[in-house]
Each structure stands twice: as structure tokens, then as C-alpha cells.
């Protein structure tokens, strides 16, 4: 975690044993942590729907593959875009997030998906992925789950957020972290079975 107890901007990866077919080799991006609970979307449930298919004006916007993920089991009537963002280095320049958006971090916005992307919006991100729900937290709860055993926090790579093989991103993380933690990477996907 942060410095200040929170996981904002990093990844929570479902430890073997977590079971819960909602989180279950799961790869979830911390979008928020505070106070008051906490909010994600897992970056590896890529959907078989083209954003196209239900978001046509976004959906040429979308990063490959260009469908809809399964974000999580909350407000799944609900989608969140998450965009790359165009970092200008000019320290004379106004960094103003791109209108539709909020930063999240250098590089990263959530993004307006309820209406048509308009210029200036597409002036300043080079493509999206879009969620459907998100995973949430109460407060406490997440910190009770990872001190269970149930998540390994990690740092993100700029790349797990558009990776092209989001099936294989549970892996991949673990795979790349130091110590212990890289020996789950190859865990069997039924914990039972040794």
C-alpha cells in the first residue's frame, strides 16, 4: 500500500485462494482509496461485446482488443472509461485534465462515457477501454481482505492497463514481481488441485 495506507494507482491481484468467481485470478486497478471504502475495475475480463456494439461513437477509440470488460460485480448497469492520456511536458502549458475527464495520475483519466467524445476530449487521449461496474469496497474492507491473504498489492506497469492479452495479465503480474509472490504466477487454477 501507499504511504498512507492506501492503494490508489496500484494493483490488487486475487491471490490463489480467492475463490470468489467475481475475483478469482482477478487483476483489479485501484481507481480510488480513502476513508471511506474503495473503488477498481479488473483490467483482465475482457467480454466477447465490441464497445461498438454499445457505444458506437466511442468505440473506434477503443485500445485493442475493442471490447467491454467486466469491470466488477458493482452498478453493472453502469460502464467507467479509462483513457491514455496525452502528457504535455511543457511546464509553461496549463495541465488542466481534458474536458469529460478526471485525472487520475500522470498519463491516466476516467472518462464521460454518457455522451458522443467531443474534439477537444479526443485532442488530448489516445484510446480507452470501458467497464461495466466496477469492484467496491466499504471502508475497512479492502484492508481486512488483503491482510486476510486474499490480494497481493503491486505496483502497476504503464502496460497492464491496455495490455493486448488482458486474458493472461494475472500471470503476467505475478510473474514479474521479486520474492514469494512470483511463485503464485504458476499456481493451477483450482487450488485444490496440487
Do not use: K
Amino acid at each position: 500500500m501507499n504511504g498512507d495506507g492506501s492503494t490508489r494507482g496500484r494493483l490488487l491481484v486475487a491471490a490463489p485462494t480467492l475463490v470468489d468467481p467475481n475475483f478469482h485470478r482477478t487483476v483489479v486497478l485501484m481507481i480510488e482509496h480513502n476513508a471511506d471504502g474503495a473503488l477498481g475495475v479488473v483490467l483482465n475480463r475482457p467480454t466477447a461485446t465490441a464497445l461498438t456494439e454499445i457505444l458506437e461513437a466511442w468505440g473506434e477509440h477503443a485500445i485493442a482488443p475493442g471490447v467491454v470488460f467486466l469491470g466488477g460485480p458493482v452498478e453493472t448497469d453502469g460502464m467507467i472509461g479509462v483513457a491514455r492520456a496525452v502528457v504535455d511536458l511543457d511546464p509553461d502549458h496549463d495541465h488542466d485534465d481534458p474536458p469529460g475527464t478526471v485525472g487520475l495520475w500522470p498519463g491516466v483519466v476516467t472518462v464521460d462515457l454518457s455522451g458522443p467524445p467531443t474534439e477537444g476530449l479526443l485532442e488530448r487521449i489516445r484510446g480507452l477501454r470501458a467497464f461495466v461496474g466496477y469492484a467496491g469496497w466499504g471502508p475497512g474492507q479492502v484492508e481486512g481482505e488483503i491482510a486476510e491473504g486474499a490480494w497481493f498489492v503491486v505496483d502497476r506497469a504503464p502496460e497492464d492497463l491496455w495490455s493486448a492479452r488482458p486474458a493472461s495479465l494475472w500471470s503476467e503480474v505475478l510473474r514479474r514481481q521479486s520474492g514469494r509472490i512470483a511463485q503464485f504466477a504458476h499456481a493451477p487454477t483450482d487450488p485444490t488441485v496440487n
